[in-house]
């Protein structure tokens, strides 16, 4: 039998205090990883404190260069919004494929990076919008992170026992911007990323690329940007026999495995084909906007 106190605060400081009370405590937000981790008893915290009923953790809005989004923002109303289909095309691209709709009225942005896992499919696209997280600490106070230096390995995160995420900050990409996110996946029907790309291009008026950022999925311990590639597309028209090169670089940034959700040779020439064909909806989306 599952056996844990679910305690249900209502602001910020009230769920922190409880955490900071109980050794075995864990936030839980949506549930949709929490909940399957315990019934399988991978995890058994003797309390769950819900970050539900938090009004603080709810919002998406505009704040002058930057869009706010709490991380108690659900991956259906993150589909839903004009601001995210406006702004951060690849964030919307990315959720409206994922788990169910049943799902994503439930689970929360800031408990899929929390989860922390290597294929967490928000994370490619919150790295390509250079987004920063929102921690808050016990006493109050509040500190910023790269998302870039968040993600530790699988699993672990650059989190005290004292803190939570209370928000992702994403500052507006330029005009001339486009970005896109493909995952590909085994089945065509609710499935995990086997592997996900995410691509920003930002194109002058010639058609060259002024700044590129490229957020890979699944191919290593923890999402990450594939920065020689960033590099190599900056001062470049990103046509095909660049993008052809580009993707043959990526191949050599990431350190792919062998496990459940693929080969590692399969992961290693999915990223070469998608990476072009994700690019090309990018550069699209920048040439149009
Ligand atoms: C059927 C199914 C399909 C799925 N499909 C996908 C998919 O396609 N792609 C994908 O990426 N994921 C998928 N998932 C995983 C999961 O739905 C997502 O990771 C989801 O976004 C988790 O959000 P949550 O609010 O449910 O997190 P929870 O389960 O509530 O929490 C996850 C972790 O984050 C911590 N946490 C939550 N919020 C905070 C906070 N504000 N501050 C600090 N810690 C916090 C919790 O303590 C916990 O450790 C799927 C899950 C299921 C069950």
């Keep these: 039998m599952l056996n844990f106190d679910y305690l249900k605060p209502a602001s ?3 769920a922190l205090a409880l955490r900071q009370a109980g050794a075995r405590a864990l936030f839980v937000a949506g549930g949709t990883d929490v909940i399957p981790l315990i019934k399988k008893k991978v995890i058994s915290p003797d309390v769950l404190i819900s970050l539900r009923g938090i009004s603080e953790l709810k919002g998406l809005y505009e704040a002058s260069e930057q869009v706010v989004v709490g991380s108690g923002v659900t991956l ?3 589909e839903k ?3 995210v289909g406006r702004f951060f095309p690849a964030l919307r691209d990315a959720v409206i494929d994922m788990a169910s709709v049943q799902i994503r009225n439930v689970a929360t942005l800031g408990g899929n990076i929390v989860n922390a896992s290597p294929g967490a499919d928000s994370a490619a696209p919150l790295l390509i919008y250079a987004a920063e997280v929102a921690i808050v600490r016990a006493d109050g106070r509040e500190r910023r992170l790269p998302l870039d230096d968040f993600f530790l390995g699988p699993k672990r995160v650059a989190l005290e026992e004292d803190e939570l995420v209370r928000a992702l900050v994403l500052p507006k990409p330029r005009p001339g911007c486009g970005s896109a996110y493909a995952k590909f996946m085994k089945r065509k029907a609710m499935d995990l990323a086997n592997v996900g790309v995410g691509v920003s291009l ?5 058609g060259v690329c002024r700044g590129a950022r490229i957020g890979l999925a699944t191919v ?6 594939a920065r020689r590639v960033e590099e190599f597309l900056r001062g470049r028209v990103p046509d095909d026999d660049v993008l052809r090169e ?5 191949a050599g940034e990431i350190s792919p495995i062998d496990d459940l959700r693929g080969r590692a040779w399969h992961k290693t020439e999915v990223v070469k084909s998608y990476l072009p064909r994700v690019a090309k909806i990018a550069r699209q989306r920048a040439l149009s906007d």
Excluded: I
């Design 12 to 14: 910020l400081a009230e």
């Design 76 to 78: 259906r109303e993150l």
């Design 81 to 83: 919004s004009p601001l």
């Design 202 to 206: 930002c194109l002058d008026d010639g």
């Design 220 to 225: 290593a311990p923890t999402p990450l940007r």
């Design 246 to 250: 580009a993707s043959l670089l990526a």
